[in-house]
């Protein structure tokens, strides 16, 4: 009996592992491009429900006008506003996880220049 897994060519760790090849096999400049791509989605998508999640648990729940109990959402579409505004604060949320990852690279490549 042949599984889906078979017929697609293996797991997921296998797939994973197939992925990873082919980004080797790019060049640096194209693998760059794709990071910070991805990092960039993470922060457009996933970072207003982290904020929403953290500041649930700490600040309490999420005012949206006379809704005082205002949900995840909310918060997405005034981030999504805000972004189309062209606000600093939430462009920076926005770059935010790229601008990190951008940093800390920067701060091991200068830590192994160092004699």
């Given amino acids: 009996m042949v599984t889906s897994t078979d017929e ?3 797991g997921p760790l296998q797939r994973l592992a197939r992925l990873r090849g082919s980004l080797r096999e790019r060049p ?8 910070f791509a991805l990092l960039t989605l993470f922060g457009l998508i996933v970072m207003p429900f982290v904020i929403w999640i953290a500041s649930n648990r700490v600040l309490g ?4 006008g006379q809704n005082l ?3 995840p959402l909310a918060l997405v579409a005034d981030y999504y506003t805000g972004l189309a505004h062209g606000s600093a604060v939430y462009w920076s949320v926005a770059l935010g996880p790229a601008v990190v990852v951008l940093l800390i690279r920067l701060f091991l490549a200068g830590w192994r220049a160092l004699p």
């Fill in 28 to 35: 640096r400049v194209q693998r760059e491009l794709v990071l």
């Fill in 61 to 64: 729940p999420y005012t949206h």
């Fill in 69 to 71: 109990y205002a949900g």
């Fill in 8 to 10: 697609q060519g293996g």
